[in-house]
């Protein structure tokens, strides 16, 4: 029966009262996930599950064009809307719940309207309910249909992996549905947290079924579909690759071991399991053997040939290991050789080829304004001797603002600095114009931080900090991804952030090294780039069925040979804060937050860098951290192990000079100006100066203090200095009379009480130009007066 003038207004105002339908709190309109079809790129298996995908702009543009021959057809398409949603999404999803909302919605507008047939509840014969079944059957998370049709051969391998497999119950997105998961509260408006962060936040008992659905998830996901075709090396001659081959081959370390092994051990076949770009087989030997019969056509084919071979190494080695860390090692040589501005012979470095002299955790804390370690990093990016671009290019990889990456660390190559770019240039020096880089901000590893030995972590947990480095491309390794908590526990990146069998962390925390301390991070916006900075587009995820926590380990410097002497405390730049000391400055600064509730609030950003006392104790106060917030004065960490610091961790442990004796002399210190300790209440009363401040005033040369008065100098009268007696310059006239050699009447010397010689004559001072030209022409009237009298 054709649809009537009647029942089509009826099924533009229940469409309209469908897409209109906003949420009891707020104004999240319901329908906004269902307008649009769900991307098919995105989610094939999306495709291969539902038999007939509809979405609510579809239907509304076929009632306005008068597509629809019945109404009863309307009916079948808007419910078959929900129902898809209700089948591939568990129960109690945010999605699924909107879903049952508008279909209640849907059925009781319907039924409202007499005009309108009689239609049924129950799901329509083309609803994925009925083709794969299951609509009664209901598991732990969700529906549990039956196995779909199987793909074709002709599918992609990861759609047909994933054809095989139970539906995993995750919500899709199209591309124009790119909005925040609505039960996923990410990023909150407010500041980090006053709070220190003890750990990951996640059960003490992990769920058994995590791997399997995070494993279930991966099987579908995309794999990195290889390198770009920018950023290869120029041309050169064949010999010159030999060579390259021959340097990478034979390279050597300080004791004389071939770095090469680790490359020579990979097998010739690329496994899947490794999720390389390309599973053609590769190998060193292979290269060497092209490279020698000229057999590559160009320099880009041999070069993409070892980046393969790199990669391949990144993945079969274990990450932390000497074999991980020689590969990285002969990366950033083999980048140098190939790099802008090729590095010559002799091959040694003493940062690893990196381009910085520091790495993660022994470099300068930010906002220290004392340290004898290297001064890496600043606190903000800079803009001097570069031109911005909005992405480079080197080695196949395209890096653009916000893509995390692996850097060359100078410090340890097989822990590579991870960093967040903020900003991509071209170098505009004289020697290095045109050279790309990047500016990323630094995230340290548990390794690189000092924190207490019974503080837990997440696997592959990093933290923020307010590093940022320059790096040229060259110090490149890979691409990688780092989730924040409240994403990573709920899904995995979406390419392009991030591919399957790429690097993945989780950062939960921000680390401030010049406190020592971890702040939770509460406001994710703060921690990324301007130019991505509350998009809501940016960094989807593909959804797990269900929250999956990573598990936890313990800290680095605690296990097995860690106290020992071993390689848990040795080789890394951290370290570890006894516990008695970190609960001391726990209950100082809880009592110091009581004080300063009871009475006016203290500066957040006080500091005690000006002031000095005459005991060691007062002296370390004087040298605590400038930004550090305003607490009572503890005396610096130790460590709770005690195996021998090496001196880089002795550095970055106590990076203020150590306490200088007072000589002898008055103590014009502040606290002994304001009559000693018992008469200020103690240190817990001493509050602490900016920075800004301290270096306007004067300091004692002896020990460094800073000089401190009750009151300003009296505005009196200077007096005169004191002056020669007559007698004086008598006998002192006489001695050089006698000294050479003359008598007191001689007429030469001073001349003291009128004995002496007389005045000098005047020296004749010759004529000026002027003088003398006015003399000449004078002389000439003269002349010609004359001449005319005797005319």
């Known amino acids: 029966m054709p649809i009537t003038p009647d029942q089509n207004a ?17 104004k999240r309109q319901l329908a906004a996930m269902f307008m649009d079809l769900v991307d098919r790129r995105g989610w094939p298996h999306y495709y291969e599950v539902i038999p007939e995908p509809r979405c609510l702009k579809q239907i509304q543009s076929g009632v306005e064009k008068g597509r629809y021959k019945e109404a009863t057809d309307v009916y079948t398409d808007l419910s078959l809307v929900f129902w898809n949603a209700l089948y591939y999404n568990e129960d109690d999803s945010q999605i699924a719940a909107d879903a049952k909302t508008l279909k209640n919605t849907l059925e009781a507008e319907w039924k409202k309207r007499s005009v309108l047939p009689n239609t049924r509840s129950s799901p329509p014969p083309s609803s994925a309910q009925k083709v794969h079944g299951g609509v009664e059957t209901k598991g732990e998370s969700g ?24 539906p995993i119950p ?4 199209s591309s124009a549905q790119n909005q925040p998961t609505p039960d996923v509260e990410v990023d909150v408006v407010s500041q980090d947290s006053d709070e220190e962060g003890e750990g990951p936040s996640a059960p003490v008992e992990r769920d058994p079924r995590s791997e399997e659905i995070v494993k279930q998830l991966e099987k579908g996901l995309p794999r990195f579909p290889g390198f770009g075709e920018e950023g290869w090396m120029d041309e050169v001659t064949p010999g010159r690759l030999s060579d390259i081959v021959h340097t990478i081959k034979s390279y050597k370390d300080v004791i004389g071991n071939r770095v090469a092994t680790c490359l020579e051990s990979l097998p010739e076949d690329s496994s899947p399991a490794l999720y390389l770009s390309d599973t053609a087989p590769i190998s060193l030997k292979q290269i060497e053997t092209r490279t020698r019969h000229k057999m590559y056509k160009n320099a880009k084919d041999f070069d993409k040939d070892m980046m393969r071979l790199f990669e391949k190494a990144r993945r079969w080695h274990e990450p932390g290991t000497e074999a991980y860390g020689r590969a990285l090692l002969l990366q950033r040589l083999y ?17 690893n080829f990196a381009s910085l002299r520091a790495g993660p955790g022994n470099v300068k804390p930010v906002h220290s304004q004392e340290s004898d370690l290297p001064s890496v990093t600043v606190n903000r990016t800079l803009t001097k001797d570069r031109v911005f671009v909005d992405e480079v290019h080197f080695k196949g990889w395209r890096l653009g603002v916000a893509d995390w990456v692996h850097l060359s660390n100078p410090d340890d190559p097989s822990r590579p600095i991870i960093g967040q770019v903020f900003k991509c240039w071209l170098s505009d020096e004289f020697d290095k114009k045109g050279n790309p880089g990047i500016t990323v901000s630094w995230y340290y590893r548990p390794e690189q931080t000092f924190h207490p030995a019974n503080r837990q972590f997440w696997a592959n947990e990093v933290f923020k900090t307010g590093h940022y480095a320059d790096h040229p491309v060259e110090d490149l390794i890979e691409r990688i991804a780092v989730q924040f908590a409240a994403r990573h526990i709920r899904g995995r990146p979406r390419p392009p952030i991030w591919y399957l069998g790429f690097p993945l962390y989780v950062c939960d925390s921000r680390y401030r090294d010049h406190e020592r ?36 380990v313990p800290s680095p410097f605690v296990g097995k040979g860690s106290t020992k002497g071993g390689p848990g405390v040795s080789k890394y730049p951290g370290g570890l804060i006894s516990a008695t000391e970190k609960e001391k400055e726990k209950g100082e600064k809880a009592e110091g937050q009581g004080e300063a509730s009871s009475s006016r609030k203290r500066p957040q950003n006080a ?36 195996t021998p610091v090496p001196y880089q961790q002795q550095q970055a442990a106590a990076y203020q000079p150590p306490a200088i004796p007072r000589p002898a002399g008055p103590d014009r210190s502040v606290i002994t100006a304001a009559g000693g300790l018992a008469a200020i209440g103690g240190l817990e009363q001493v509050e602490r100066l900016p920075p800004e401040t301290t270096r306007l005033l004067d300091r004692d040369p002896d020990t460094n203090e800073v000089l401190w008065f009750a009151a300003p100098p009296m505005n009196t009268p200077r007096a005169s200095g004191a002056r020669h007696s007559l007698a004086y310059l008598e006998f002192i006239a006489a001695k050089r009379r006698k000294a050479a050699g003359k008598g007191e009447g001689d007429g030469e010397g001073m001349d003291v009480d009128g004995k002496g010689p007389a005045k000098r004559a005047r020296v004749a001072v010759p004529p000026t130009v002027m003088e003398t030209t006015r003399q000449v022409l004078q002389q000439m009237q003269q002349y010609q007066e004359q001449m005319a009298v005797d005319g």
Do not use: H
């Open 170 to 173: 995750i919500r899709p997105k």
């Open 517 to 552: 301390v971890f702040r939770k991070l509460k406001n994710w916006n703060q921690c990324v780039p301007d130019e991505v900075r509350g998009k809501e587009e940016w960094m989807q995820i593909y959804p797990f069925e269900k929250t999956v926590y990573p598990p936890t």
């Open 607 to 642: 500091s005690l860098g000006a002031t000095a006392t005459a005991n060691a104790t007062a002296n370390a106060a004087a040298r605590a951290s400038s930004s550090t917030p305003a607490r009572t004065i503890t005396s610096p960490a130790t460590f709770a192990t005690p």
């Open 335 to 351: 980048q140098a050789l190939t790099g802008p501005n090729p590095i010559a012979p002799p091959y040694v470095s003493s940062t």
């Open 143 to 166: 529906p549990t249909p039956a196995p779909p049709p199987a793909a074709s051969t002709s599918q992609p391998q990861s759609q047909s992996q994933f054809a095989y497999t139970k």
């Open 10 to 26: 009826a099924i533009k105002e229940i469409i309209t009262t469908i897409i209109s339908q906003t949420a009891p709190r707020g």
